[in-house]
């Protein structure tokens, strides 16, 4: 958000990214505490929201905030499959 304030708009994809994700996690996590019918779809989704969102991330490592985001989101990858398998 500092970038931003600067004017820099490097990082708006990855930003965008991000807060889709956060979205998508909120409602996953939700989903799963009712233990949903539609969690085994909404971890197929999960996959590719942290995967998009990782892509992102990935291309701005340097900063601590995008390689922590990218990690989180390969973990959550990892636990997705590992549900959907």
């Known amino acids: 958000m500092d970038m931003f304030k600067t004017g820099d708009v490097t990082l708006a994809e990855c930003a965008i990214s991000v807060q889709e994700t956060m979205a998508f996690c909120e409602a996953h996590a939700r989903l799963a505490s009712y233990d949903s019918k539609y969690l085994r779809e909404m971890s197929q989704l999960g996959i590719r929201v942290c995967e998009d ?18 990690d989180a989101c390969a973990d959550c990858i990892r ?3 590992a549900f959907t398998a």
């Open 53 to 70: 969102c990782r892509t992102h991330c990935l291309k701005h490592k340097k900063h601590p905030e995008c390689k922590a985001c990218a």
């Open 79 to 81: 636990q997705c499959k």
